[in-house]
C-alpha cells in the first residue's frame, strides 16, 4: 500500500525539519545541559533517518544499518539523557550505559551484516529502545520535571515508544520478522509513521520544557570570563576559581560549600508581563546574589537560569544561615520590581563534609538540590546529601 522509500523520505523530512528547528532554536537561547543533550538526540534521529534512506537504496550497504541502528539507540538514549540533567541528577553511570547501548547496536548490525540480512542486530537496538524509552518516561514524572505538565506529555511520548518496542520485540521473537503480524503490525512502514507523530510532538515538548530554563538571550546578559565589576564570574570561569579555593582547603580540612541559587518562570513572566520586566527580574536577581552573598565567597553564574557561590563555610548552621540570607534577601528584592512580580527560587547547599571535596560532585549536588528546593512547596533553602540522597534540612520554608 505505501512504498517504504517514499515513507523513508516523509519520515527523514520531518524528523530533519525537526531537528534543524530544534537546534536552531538552541543557538538563539542560553542554553543549560537539558537543552544541549536534547539537541544531540535530534541529531541523531536526523542521522537515523539518513542512513536508513542510504539502505533502502543500497541494500547490501550494512555500514548504513550499523550506523543507523547506532543513532537510533543514541537518539533515544540523549532523550533520556536530557530528562535527567534536567532533573539535576546524577550523569557517569547514565552516560555510559547509553554509550554501551549505542555501541552494542552499532556493533551487531556490523558483525551480522555481512551476511546481508536487513534485520542483522535488531534485537541489540530494540532491547536498548525500549529500555531508554522507559527510564525516560519514567524520569518525566520525577523531580523538577515532575512539577511541568508539558513534561507529562513527553513521558507519554516515551511510554508509547517503550510499549510500541516491547511489543515490536515480543512478534519479532516469537513470530519472525517476516510473519504477517511482525509485517503488518510492527514493519518499517508502521514504525515511520509512529516515528513522525512522537518527532512532532518530542521536539515542541522539548522546546517549551527548554524554553522555561533557557530564555531567549536578551533577559540575562552574559558574564565576562573574568570577574566584572560587580564580582561575578562567568559560568567556565567559577570551576577554575572554586578548584583553588578547594585546593587550599583540603590540606587544612576546612569545611567547604557550595551554595546554588536557581530562578525559574523567567520564560512564563517574559509571556505574561513583558521582557523588560523579566529583564529587571533577572538583573535583581543577579545582583541580590551577589549583594547577599558573604563578601570573600565567590560567585558566578551557572547557566541561565542559575548561580554558584563558594565559600570557606565555619559549619553546616553557617552554611545554613548564609542560604537563608541569601534567600530572604532575593525575595525582599524582588518584590520591589516593577508590578512585584516574585519568581520561584530555590536555593540548594552542598558541604565537603558529606559530599567531599571533588569540585564537579560539590557543584552538581548544589544545583541537584536547588532544582529540588525550587520544586518544593514546603522549603525554599535545602541541605543537599549525594548521591541523590533526602536532602537533611530544610533552612527556610516557604
Not at 534543524?20 to 536526523?46: K, N, P, Y
Not at 518527532?199 to 520544557?209: E, P
Request: with cysteine; net charge negative.
Amino acid at each position: 500500500m505505501f512504498d517504504m522509500y517514499s515513507v523513508l523520505v516523509v519520515t527523514a523530512l520531518v524528523v530533519n525539519v525537526s531537528g534543524i528547528v530544534f537546534i536552531v532554536e538552541t543557538l538563539l537561547r542560553r542554553d543549560e545541559g537539558a537543552g544541549r543533550i536534547w539537541t544531540l538526540a535530534f541529531l541523531a534521529g536526523m542521522l537515523t533517518t539518513l542512513a536508513y534512506l542510504i539502505w533502502t537504496q543500497s541494500p547490501h550497504a550494512w555500514w548504513a544499518v550499523a550506523a543507523g541502528n547506532g543513532a537510533f539507540v543514541a537518539a533515544t538514549g540523549c532523550m533520556w539523557l536530557g530528562c535527567r540533567r534536567f532533573n539535576g541528577r546524577r550523569m557517569l553511570w547514565a552516560c555510559l550505559l547509553v554509550t554501551a547501548g549505542v555501541g552494542g547496536a552499532a556493533v551487531s548490525a556490523a558483525v551480522e551484516g555481512g551476511s546481508g540480512d536487513p534485520w542483522a542486530g535488531a534485537l541489540w537496538m530494540f532491547v536498548p529502545l525500549l529500555g531508554f524509552a522507559a527510564v525516560g518516561a519514567v524520569e518525566c514524572y520525577r523531580g523538577a520535571l515532575r512539577e511541568s505538565r508539558t513534561a507529562w506529555v513527553l513521558g507519554a511520548v516515551l511510554a508509547v515508544q517503550a510499549l510500541y518496542y516491547v511489543s515490536r520485540t515480543t512478534a519479532f521473537v516469537t513470530s519472525g520478522p517476516d510473519s504477517p503480524l511482525f509485517q503488518n503490525a510492527f514493519g518499517t512502514v508502521q514504525t515511520s509513521f509512529l516515528t513522525v507523530v512522537l518527532t512532532i510532538v518530542a521536539v515542541v515538548v522539548a522546546s517549551v520544557l527548554r524554553a522555561g530554563r533557557a530564555p531567549m538571550r536578551g533577559y540575562l546578559s552574559a558574564a565576562p570570563a573574568e570577574p566584572s565589576g560587580d564580582g561575578i564570574l562567568a559560568d567556565d570561569a567559577f570551576p577554575a576559581a572554586f578548584t583553588a579555593l578547594v585546593g587550599r582547603a583540603q590540606p587544612k580540612a576546612e569545611l567547604v560549600g557550595v551554595i546554588a541559587v536557581r530562578i525559574a518562570d523567567l520564560d512564563e513572566i517574559s509571556t505574561a508581563f513583558g521582557s523588560e520586566v523579566a529583564r529587571d527580574v533577572s538583573e535583581t536577581w543577579r545582583a541580590g546574589v551577589r549583594r547577599w552573598a558573604p563578601s570573600d565567597a565567590l560567585v558566578g553564574d551557572d547557566a541561565a537560569a542559575g548561580m554558584l557561590v563558594g565559600a570557606i563555610m565555619g559549619s553546616a548552621r553557617q552554611a545554613e544561615s548564609r542560604g537563608g540570607d541569601i534567600y530572604r534577601g532575593l525575595i525582599d528584592a524582588l518584590g520591589e520590581v516593577a508590578g512585584g512580580v516574585i519568581p520561584v527560587v530555590g536555593v540548594g547547599i552542598a558541604l565537603s563534609s558529606t559530599v567531599g571535596y571533588d569540585v564537579a560532585e560539590l557543584i552538581d549536588v548544589a544545583r541537584a538540590t536547588a532544582a529540588r528546593a525550587a520544586a518544593s512547596v514546603d522549603a525554599a533553602v535545602l541541605l543537599g546529601e549525594p548521591d541523590g540522597e533526602e536532602d537533611a534540612q530544610a533552612a527556610v520554608s516557604r
